[in-house]
T-cell receptor, first 110, second 118 residues
Framework: GENVEQHPSTLSVQEGDSAVIKCTYS??????FPWYKQELGKGPQLIID?????GEKKDQRIAVTLNKTAKHFSLHITETQPEDSAVYFC?????????FGKGTRLSVIA | GAVVSQHPSRVICKSGTSVKIECRSL??????MFWYRQFPKQSLMLMAT?????????EQGVEKDKFLINHASLTLSTLTVTSAHPEDSSFYIC??????????????FGPGTRLTVT
């Protein structure tokens, strides 16, 4: 089955700097790669996703890139703000239940 | 749109009792819902896939007699933790896929239910 690795497990950045979180997946047939933000005590919220026919997608300060050959995808957050502090999860799917990475705890220091 | 609710948001029960958690899709119909479990500082672990009108599909290692799932309508799935024990204490999260989309890439999550078994 699919296996998703996520790095780093924790990330601290200064407010205004960029943050990058990387994930790799094992099943080359996976075709959907969402990113979720989870705040303490809440459910995950979808922040951006990308499908395998696209290499990059951007939504304001958030972007995701996908390298199908290398089987990795990354989340990029620019101009980070304190409210970006949360746990971020990547996931992969091949029209099956999502397989999640272990999460990255992002701390944005004001 | 695409809002999923869970009730209760948190529950405390005594060891040996049963607890029911509801997951509702508020503004869409969901043929398929999922139940996840999350321990502190860990990732989401899929417990089971709930399909309206049929039996749930459980992931390996999940006791189906302990975690009863009922998907009675297109907007409601319930998870009942039977004979709960302290080790069942966890954060339970559901998600739902709109029937109209039918793809796993349209999965919306509920806010979660914190279960504490004393």
């Amino acid at each position: 089955g699919e296996n998703v690795e996520q790095h780093p497990s924790t990330l601290s950045v200064q407010e205004g700097d960029s943050a990058v979180i990387k994930c790799t997946y094992s099943d080359s047939a996976s075709n959907y790669f969402p990113w979720y933000k989870q705040e303490l005590g809440k459910g995950p919220q979808l922040i951006i996703d990308i499908r395998s026919n696209v290499g990059e997608k951007k939504d304001q300060r958030i972007a995701v890139t996908l390298n199908k050959t290398a089987k990795h995808f990354s989340l990029h957050i620019t101009e980070t703000q304190p409210e970006d502090s949360a746990v971020y999860f990547c996931a992969a799917s091949i029209n099956t239940p999502l397989v999640f990475g272990k999460g990255t705890r992002l701390s944005v220091i004001a | 749109g695409a809002v999923v609710s869970q009730h209760p948001s948190r529950v405390i029960c005594k060891s040996g009792t049963s607890v029911k958690i509801e997951c509702r899709s508020l503004d869409f119909q969901a043929t398929t819902m999922f139940w996840y479990r999350q321990f502190p500082k860990q990732s989401l672990m899929l417990m089971a896939t709930s399909n309206e009108g049929s039996k749930a599909t459980y992931e390996q290692g999940v006791e189906k007699d302990k975690f009863l799932i009922n998907h009675a309508s297109l907007t409601l799935s319930t998870l009942t933790v039977t004979s709960a024990h302290p080790e069942d204490s966890s954060f339970y999260i559901c998600s739902a896929i709109p029937s109209s989309g039918g793809k796993y890439y349209e999965q919306y999550f509920g806010p979660g239910t914190r279960l504490t078994v004393t």
